[in-house]
C-alpha cells in the first residue's frame, strides 16, 4: 500500500511563489518517474513537469523557466518551486509517481490534489 500525501497549495498573488511537496509512505517499493499534473478548467488534465529516478526533469511550455521539479529520494518525496505565478496557473495541482514492488512493476499512484489559486 502507498499513500501520496500533496501540500503547499493556497492563495498567491500574481508574482508570487508557491512551493508544493509530495510524500510517498508505506514500504517494499520503489519509485521511479515522479510528475505533477495540473486540472485545468474544463477538466483538461495537464502534464507539468517529470523527474526520473535519476534527476532528469521535463517541462511544459508554459511553465518552463519559471517552475522547478526536484526530489528528495531519501524521503520519497517530489518538490515543485512555482515562481513568477500567474493566474492561468490557477488549477489542482496533482502528483503522480510510478511506482514497482517486487511482484509488480509501474503501477500508477496518485495524491489527493492541492489547489494553487493564482489572484490578487
Same mark, same amino acid.
Given at each position: 500500500?502507498?499513500?501520496?500525501?500533496? $501540500?503547499?497549495?493556497?492563495?498567491?498573488?500574481?508574482?508570487?511563489?508557491? %512551493?508544493? $511537496? +509530495?510524500? =510517498?509512505?508505506?514500504?517494499?517499493?520503489?519509485?521511479?518517474?515522479?510528475?505533477?499534473?495540473?486540472?485545468?478548467?474544463? &477538466?483538461?488534465? !495537464?502534464?507539468?513537469?517529470?523527474?526520473t529516478s535519476g534527476g532528469s526533469t521535463? *517541462? =511544459?511550455? @508554459?511553465? #518552463?523557466? %519559471?517552475?522547478?521539479? @526536484? %526530489?528528495?529520494? =531519501? #524521503?520519497?518525496?517530489? *518538490?515543485?518551486?512555482? &515562481? @513568477?505565478? !500567474?493566474? !492561468?496557473?490557477?488549477?489542482?495541482? *496533482? +502528483?503522480? /509517481?510510478?511506482?514497482?514492488?517486487?511482484? /509488480? #512493476?509501474?503501477? &500508477?499512484?496518485?495524491?489527493?490534489?492541492?489547489?494553487?489559486?493564482?489572484? $490578487?
Amino acid at each position: 500500500q502507498v499513500r501520496l500525501v500533496e $501540500s503547499g497549495g493556497g492563495l498567491v498573488q500574481p508574482g508570487g511563489s508557491l %512551493r508544493l $511537496s +509530495c510524500a =510517498a509512505s508505506g514500504r517494499g517499493f520503489s519509485i521511479n518517474d515522479m510528475d505533477w499534473y495540473r486540472q485545468l478548467p474544463g &477538466n483538461r488534465r !495537464e502534464l507539468v513537469a517529470t523527474i526520473t529516478s535519476g534527476g532528469s526533469t521535463n *517541462y =511544459a511550455d @508554459s511553465v #518552463k523557466g %519559471r517552475f522547478t521539479i @526536484s %526530489r528528495d529520494n =531519501a #524521503k520519497n518525496t517530489v *518538490y515543485l518551486q512555482m &515562481n @513568477s505565478l !500567474e493566474p !492561468e496557473d490557477t488549477a489542482a495541482y *496533482y +502528483c503522480r /509517481a510510478d511506482i514497482s514492488f517486487p511482484w /509488480a #512493476k509501474n503501477l &500508477n499512484y496518485w495524491g489527493q490534489g492541492t489547489q494553487v489559486t493564482v489572484s $490578487s
